[in-house]
């Protein structure tokens, strides 16, 4: 599904982005083994492109282009690293914005969405020309979703709405939906470490339950009574030595390593929250297209 997703994201992206990257110049082997599926050898073939280049405008197209090699083979951290090593100096208004652009598109593939809200405010400041603007909306919106502004996601996703040449009853019907996907009580409620820590302290298993893990509370919970019942049965039976290595290790060890389970849990939980939703989310923002 993951997969998927991806190639159908690349494919709506390069449909846009192939057409300027045809004007690079002396890259005609590297662009031959690229259109072969030859994606690794025409990234090297485009990395010697770069170091040759004897201007910037050259050099950045080159550094685009392997990019795009690795996006194909869904290696997008190494993606972003070429596109970080593109200096934005002395570039058309055009090569900025698809500069930008593709830097912006290969963080957030990559997962790292600060860089790529980074490169979108970049873009949006410095590039001129609105209508080079304008299609970059919707990868802003998906990557406002990711840090969890929702409200400034769907002020992008409405003006790339309002831009679009749909017809005005084709919008409003859009904006109704978005309106009702944007409604404040379908934001994911995520669960707040703290709040499950505390729970966990006044009654061990609780924060599990709270996380919504309910098996993993329950197991908690009765591993860390039985080893206060059995640090009982020690001192009852007169066993001092034995309670206080034996039975408080254990329940040392069961109430310690339950709060650090309750770490990985809460993180998995809200992961699982803001994927469901900013997976409709994406689905919904790419049919736009």
């Given at each position: 599904?993951?997969?998927?997703?991806?190639?159908?994201?690349?494919?709506?992206?390069?449909?846009?982005?192939?057409?300027?990257?045809?004007?690079?110049?002396?890259?005609?082997?590297?662009?031959?083994?690229?259109?072969?599926?030859?994606?690794?050898?025409?990234?090297?073939?485009?990395?010697?492109?770069?170091?040759?280049?004897?201007?910037?405008?050259?050099?950045?197209?080159?550094?685009?282009?392997?990019?795009?090699?690795?996006?194909?083979?869904?290696?997008?951290?190494?993606?972003?690293?070429?596109?970080?090593?593109?200096?934005?100096?002395?570039?058309?208004?055009?090569?900025?914005?698809?500069?930008?652009?593709?830097?912006?598109?290969?963080?957030?593939?990559?997962g790292d969405f600060s860089n790529a809200e980074n490169h979108l405010v970049?873009?949006?400041?410095?590039?001129?020309?609105?209508?080079?603007?304008?299609?970059?909306?919707?990868?802003?919106?998906?990557?406002?979703?990711?840090?969890?502004?929702?409200?400034?996601?769907?002020?992008?996703?409405?003006?790339?709405?309002?831009?679009?040449?749909?017809?005005?009853?084709?919008?409003?019907?859009?904006?109704?939906?978005?309106?009702?996907l944007y409604a404040p009580q379908n934001y994911p409620h995520l669960k707040?470490?703290?709040?499950?820590?505390?729970?966990?302290?006044?009654?061990?298993?609780?924060?599990?339950?709270?996380a919504g893990y309910f098996w993993e509370g329950a197991a908690s919970a009765?591993?860390?009574?039985?080893?206060?019942?059995?640090?009982?049965?020690?001192?009852?039976?007169?066993?001092?030595?034995?309670?206080?290595?034996?039975?408080?290790?254990?329940?040392?060890?069961?109430?310690?390593?339950?709060?650090?389970?309750?770490?990985?849990?809460?993180?998995?939980?809200?992961?699982?929250?803001?994927?469901?939703?900013?997976?409709?989310?994406?689905?919904?923002?790419?049919?736009?297209?």
């Amino acid at each position: 599904m993951k997969e998927l997703f991806y190639k159908t994201f690349l494919s709506y992206y390069f449909l846009i982005f192939s057409h300027s990257l045809s004007f690079g110049e002396g890259c005609g082997e590297a662009d031959s083994l690229f259109l072969s599926g030859k994606y690794y050898p025409a990234a090297v073939e485009y990395e010697r492109t770069a170091f040759l280049s004897v201007n910037n405008s050259g050099r950045t197209i080159a550094l685009l282009k392997k990019a795009e090699c690795y996006k194909q083979m869904e290696n997008f951290s190494e993606a972003e690293k070429s596109t970080e090593r593109i200096i934005y100096t002395n570039l058309s208004d055009t090569l900025l914005a698809e500069a930008r652009e593709q830097s912006a598109l290969c963080a957030y593939l990559a997962g790292d969405f600060s860089n790529a809200e980074n490169h979108l405010v970049q873009m949006h400041a410095f590039v001129k020309d609105s209508s080079l603007i304008k299609n970059t909306l919707p990868l802003y919106a998906l990557v406002l979703n990711e840090l969890q502004r929702w409200n400034e996601a769907k002020e992008k996703i409405f003006r790339a709405v309002e831009l679009s040449e749909l017809s005005q009853q084709e919008k409003d019907a859009l904006k109704k939906s978005l309106e009702q996907l944007y409604a404040p009580q379908n934001y994911p409620h995520l669960k707040k470490l703290l709040k499950a820590q505390k729970m966990s302290a006044f009654l061990p298993g609780l924060g599990q339950l709270y996380a919504g893990y309910f098996w993993e509370g329950a197991a908690s919970a009765f591993l860390n009574v039985a080893s206060l019942g059995l640090t009982g049965y020690f001192i009852y039976a007169k066993l001092y030595f034995t309670a206080a290595t034996l039975g408080t290790g254990m329940f040392s060890k069961f109430y310690l390593g339950g709060s650090r389970r309750l770490e990985y849990l809460v993180a998995k939980k809200n992961y699982k929250l803001l994927r469901g939703y900013n997976d409709e989310m994406k689905k919904f923002i790419l049919s736009l297209k």
